[in-house]
C-alpha cells in the first residue's frame, strides 16, 4: 500500500496480486498498462523471483528491475559468486556441499554456512558462523536437512560490515549513502554477523534496534573503494534501475561482495530498518521520491532501448 501511494502521487495505478491469476490478469492489461513496479518475490522454486518478470517478458509488458536471469542468478550465492569471482570482483572464497561427505578436508576457520538459495537472512543463524570441524558438519547438516538445498561454506570476513543501495543504470547508476551495520548494538555475546535473530527477532519495530549508522563514517578512500566494487558487482550481474548490495572488510581492509539483492526491501516507516529506503532519506528523498526514482531509472533505461 505504501508503494502504491507513492506511485500513486504521480501516475495511475492498477494493483495485481502475484498469484496464479497474474498471467490472465497482465493479459489482460496488455495494451493498457505503461510500467509494472515489480516487488513479487514469489514462494516455489529457484527462480520463484523471476516468475512475474517472465511473464511480463512474455507479454511484452516493460517492468521495474532486474530481469529473470539476474534475480534467478542473484538468488542462488553459488553462482552470485562464480560470476564475481570470474569478473575478477572481490568476494569471499567459499565451497558447495550437497552431503557431508562434500565438505573438504582441510578448511581454515571462522567459516559461514548458509542455505544457497534463500534471503532475508533465512537460515543465516547466530550458529552460520563455525570454528570447529565439529561446529561446520553440525550446521551443514541442519541446512541441508531444514532447507533441502546445498549448503554453502564461505570465508568469514573479520571486518566491518555495510550495506549499499544502488539507483540508475549506465552512466546514471549512483550509490546512495553507505549503510554500516554495527555489531556491538547486539546481546552480549552472539556473533558479530547480520543473523536471523538480529533481523527478525532482536530487532522489532516497537524496539527497534539501534544497529545502522547512515551515512557509515567511513574515510574517503573506502567510501570510493566500496561505491567502486559494488558498480562492479552491479554491472557483472546485469542488474538493472536498483539493487542493495552487502559488503564485508577482509583482514586487510579491503571491501568484499557478500550477496546482491535486487528485490531490496522496502518498508516505509524509519523503525522498520529497512536499509534502502533509510539510505535513501540519507540521501534526502522520501520515501515516495524513493519509489518514483526507481521509475524514472526505468523509464530511462526504457527509452534507450
Known sequence: R???RALASRHQVTLVDADLDAFESFRRLR???DLVFNIAEGLHG???EGQIPAMLDMLGIPYTGS????LGLCLDKRRTKEILRYNRVPTPRFWTVASLLDIPARLSYPLMVKPTLEGSSKGVTDRSLVRTRRELLSQVEWVLTSY???ALIEEFLPGREFTVAMLGNGNTLRALPIVEINFTTLPKGVNPIYSYEAKWVWDREEDPLQIFTCPARIEPFLQ????SVCQQAFSALGCRDWCRID???DAAGHPQIIELNPLPGILPRPEQNSCFPKAARAAGLTYDETIL???DAARQRLSQT
Open 2 to 4: 505504501a508503494v502504491e
Open 31 to 33: 495494451g493498457r498498462v
Open 46 to 48: 529457484a527462480s520463484r
Open 67 to 70: 530481469e529473470p536471469l539476474t
Open 148 to 150: 533441502r538445498q546445498p
Open 224 to 227: 570510493r573503494q566500496i561505491e
Open 247 to 249: 559488503v564485508r572488510l
Open 293 to 295: 526514482a526507481v521509475v
